[in-house]
């Protein structure tokens, strides 16, 4: 193995979480080669690249958490980055709605959890709710200044050109095919060559356990993919809200529910739903990958996850197939999009890690060997999470590197 193929730390995925990781390790070891392996032909096609561009404010975490922290750390980390790089972002804020009294007394509770994560809400009552936003209908709602919107994807080319710039080399198409770790090292089987390094740190969202079983890492979980499909609003509908418009989640579920989310282009999207996916990377339409489901129906959790949330699942696919259906959950809050409003978007796929059980991970999961560390799952908010995420990442590494 030639000397260019040896490196003292490789990270494996170059999603935002993936890019923040090796830019913050490169800052902190500047004399350590720094490898950063991606197998597309460009950073933050996945789920960075297909998500709804909101720099959450951490509305929904439970206070003192490591999700409630990250979010409001990292809300103002890349309110700063994009500042610092002329990156375009607007801090346009939130309104939650809600409909109905089941929904406003889960605002209610909505309401404390943000005072007491320290966030600026304000509890609007229908009359401030229309004044606010006219076409937007409700019986009340929380104002939440402070969310963003931004194109994580201009983060990444950014985070990529700044880890390059520091003496970091990136890998675009290069595709891991397998894993050896011995006493001393980490072999990487690429597509195209075969790299060593020191210490590995995946952060490869879709593919993470596959990763893990690629070293033999016992593990409980698999991830099992979510399509979010969203719709795009025609250009006359561009000032249809003031703010980004959210329904009142339910708190069983992680998903936030179908929203109008104002685009850092000036557009409007709607969206997303959370559909059982049949392929991991299934941007398309109709998405089948018999390896995927091969994996997806051998492993108990799948079933029990199914068992466990089948009316909500019959719903959401329904919606997803019978655009009425979809329309309907816009239509709750706002009576302005009709059917041919809804025009094609890019769906995104969430990659959920379940556990054996069934029971959905919602917190953040790591996996570890001797000489690697694996993000297994890096939950939503991750991409406004994604500098303190980095972070939190670079200190458990060196916690490990110290101690072997």
Known sequence: MSQHSVYDIAVIGAGIVGLSTAWQLLKR?????????????????????????????????APGSLKADFCQRGAKATKEFCLQHH????????????????????????????????????KLDQAQLNEREPNIKGIGALFVPSTGIVNYRNICRKLAELFVQKGGELRLNSEVQNLDESHE?????????VVSTSYLVSCSGLMADRLTKMLNIPTDFQIIPFR?????????????????????????????GVHLTRM???????????VQGWKREGYGRININMRDIVDMIRFPGF???????????????????????????????????????????????????????????HDFLFA??????????????AATSAFPIGEYIVDKLDEKMTSV
């Not at 919606?319 to 769906?347: E, F, I, M």
């Open 29 to 61: 070891y500047p004399k350590y080669r720094i490898l950063l392996v991606e197998k597309e032909a460009e950073v933050g096609l996945h789920q960075t690249g297909h998500n709804s561009g909101v720099i959450h404010a951490g509305v929904y975490y």
């Open 87 to 122: 990156i375009d972002f607007e801090e346009c804020g939130k309104l939650l709605v809600a409909t109905n009294a089941l929904e406003y007394e889960r605002m209610e509770a909505l309401f404390l959890r943000c005072q007491n994560n320290g966030l600026e809400v304000h």
């Open 185 to 193: 090292r980490v072999a990487i089987t690429l597509n195209n060559d």
């Open 228 to 256: 979010g499909e969203y719709y795009q609003l025609p250009a006359k509908h561009n000032r249809i809200v003031n703010h980004l418009i959210y329904p009142i989640p339910d708190p069983d579920l992680p998903f936030l």
């Open 264 to 274: 850092i282009d000036g557009s409007v999207t709607v969206g997303p739903n959370a």
């Open 303 to 361: 079933w029990r996850l199914l068992m466990s949330h089948w009316r909500t699942g019959l719903t959401e696919t329904k919606n997803s197939w019978y655009k009425p259906g979809y329309l309907a959950q816009v239509r709750k809050y706002c009576d302005l999009v009709s059917l041919d409003d809804l025009q094609a978007y890019p769906a995104g796929i969430r990659a959920q890690a379940v556990m054996k059980d069934g029971s959905l991970v």
């Open 368 to 381: 570890q060997s001797t000489r690697t560390l694996h993000v297994c799952n890096a939950p939503s908010p």
